[in-house]
């Protein structure tokens, strides 16, 4: 490797399609000698996916024009349900509880399991709800909104693994989505967060909001499903959709401290 610049910091893009439709995508943060592991970790993931081999992988690498926002991760907690309704059920007394008004809960449920996006599939994307109206207000209902450029230093990584790995969920869902939700919350207006996954056999999901962190359910969805996305809940008093979306896809934020990880509980004890 010829001498480069060690202080630059880069984004690390991969996009993968299989079959003419999206199979997997993942990104990192990294320094000018960290890009040749990562992008090769990234392939290698690609093409290792449980769903099959990909068949394009498309991989960016970006130098950061600013330096990264520093910031701690939320805490996780695992509320245990006994199927997917229950954990619906509580997912939504938390967002409830954190500001949603209770017809908007109802709405970003319907609208997560029927697939947001045009022909009921689901979005690439976020979608963005009023959290009093649930009016919709993501621009491109097919896209919606992307959260990019975002990852973990390498001392925070390594302590979120040893932590996650004390209450058995040290992967690479949970790592991710924990990371995308810690942005999600630093930006302002977004006072909550509902997410469950479109791969059919992983049911999970969570509601992350600041006062309650990242609260994950075992069940969302029922197994089998295809749907599933994110909604951001938007407080449009203190939100400005083109900043928003700016922060959320473009503004780099490096978590540097990891929040506390919890070991599973029932609502009655966590409430
Ligand atoms: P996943 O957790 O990767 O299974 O993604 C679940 C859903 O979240 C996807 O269907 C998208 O609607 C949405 N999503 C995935 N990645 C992102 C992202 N980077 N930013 C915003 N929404 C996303």
Known sequence: ??????????????????????????????????????????????????RGCAESIRITVEALTGEPQCARLPELTTLTVSDYRHGRELAGRCLERCGVA????????????????????????????????????????????????MDLTALAASELAHQLRTVGLDNPHVREALILAGKVLLTPGIIAELCWSDD?????GYVAAAAIGYVRFPQLKPAGEECGGRVFFVDRAHFELAAAIEFLQRTPVLFDRVGLIRSPRLWEEWI
């Not at 963005?128 to 109206?133: E, G, K, M």
Request: proline share 8%.
């Open 200 to 204: 059919p056999d992983y049911v999970a």
């Open 1 to 50: 490797m010829t001498p480069c610049d060690k202080d630059l910091l880069y984004s690390i893009r991969m996009r993968a399609e299989r079959g003419g439709s999206h199979l997997s995508g993942a990104e990192r943060i990294g320094s000018a000698l960290d890009v040749e592991r990562m992008a090769a970790a990234l392939a290698r993931r690609a093409m290792t996916h449980p």
């Open 102 to 149: 209770p017809p908007v809960v109802a709405r970003a449920i319907d609208l997560l399991s029927a697939g947001a996006a045009p022909g009921g599939v689901s979005m690439r994307g976020a979608l963005l709800l009023d959290a009093t109206t649930g009016e919709r207000l993501d621009p491109d209902p097919a896209r919606g909104v992307r959260v990019s450029r």
